[in-house]
């Protein structure tokens, strides 16, 4: 009984406040994840020699983790092709500030990616004021999960994805007279997209839970759609990857794991509402 007059009194407290109180509240919270995002962006540029040689050029060395274990696994079934990003090569700076950009941009980025908890928690005490109780029950975890699924897209797409591009790409001639030099923008850019972009899309539960709390997305819809829904795979992991299928596959088979696991969440939310009739 006091539990439900507390939230009472809490909600009535949301309700009074006005649209430019509810903008400050959101001003502030802003304020304080870029505050977090730059000083973890400091602390990524004072240590750019272990930022920049061990993480944003390990996928193209050949004693990387995951180009170590390729080619060991390369040796083991005889075919000598798994053993990828075996020739080193250079890259180049071609604009005077280039390399201090470069810096620049990698320090964000990394200071973006840690500070991804802190951001989510900012999010999360800006929207549970306005929820009754039942529902922030409803969205227990949710900083957890999504913090969970950012890292686990970013070391999928790192660890697998970036050293599988790095060597198609990089390996790939039209002509053995034509030399492949490389922009250091080039390598950075094709490392962070793959990285970031495996991380977003593997909000995909997330996104669903969401949806069908709402009644926007219903198990139903999500079978129906399901072959489509490969299909949008195939095309996104065409776009984050180089064309060569086996890159495609590593990048769809997990999507098409995380629909199936998205269309279970929307059962049991389902399930939860009819319960709750």
């Not at 997330?206 to 399901?226: E, N």
Request: aromatic share 14%; net charge positive.
């Amino acid at each position: 009984m006091a539990k439900d007059k507390l939230e009472k009194s809490k909600k009535e407290i949301t309700k009074d406040l006005t649209f430019w109180d509810h903008l400050d509240v959101l001003r502030f919270a802003l304020m304080r994840s870029s505050i977090v995002i730059f000083a973890l962006a400091i602390v990524a540029f004072y240590f750019t020699e272990f930022v920049y040689s061990e993480i944003i050029l390990g996928p193209k060395n050949p004693d990387f983790y995951t180009n170590k274990l390729f080619c060991q696994f390369g040796h083991y079934i005889n075919i000598e092709s798994l053993c990828i990003n075996q020739i080193d090569f250079n890259l180049n700076n071609l604009e005077m500030a280039g390399q201090f950009k470069s810096n620049l941009l990698i320090s964000i980025i990394a200071g973006l990616i840690v500070a991804m908890p802190y951001l989510l928690t900012e999010m999360w005490l800006f929207i549970k004021p306005a929820l009754t109780i039942k529902e922030r029950k409803g969205v227990r975890g949710f900083v957890f999960f999504t913090t969970f699924l950012f890292s686990a897209g970013i070391s999928f797409g790192y660890f697998l994805i970036a050293p599988l591009a790095i060597n198609f790409l990089s390996t790939w001639t039209l002509s053995p007279d034509i030399e492949n030099t490389f922009r250091l923008g080039s390598y950075i850019s094709l490392v962070v997209m793959i990285s970031l972009s495996t991380g977003i899309v593997f909000q995909l539960p997330i996104l669903i839970y969401f949806l069908s709390k709402m009644g926007i997305v219903s198990v139903q819809t999500l079978k129906t759609y399901r072959k489509h829904a490969i299909v949008v795979f195939f095309i996104l992991s065409a776009i984050i990857t180089p064309p060569d299928m086996f890159s495609q596959l590593l990048v769809s088979i997990p999507l098409i794991l995380l629909y199936e696991i998205s269309i279970q969440i929307a059962k049991r939310v389902e399930k939860k509402r009819v319960q709750d009739l």
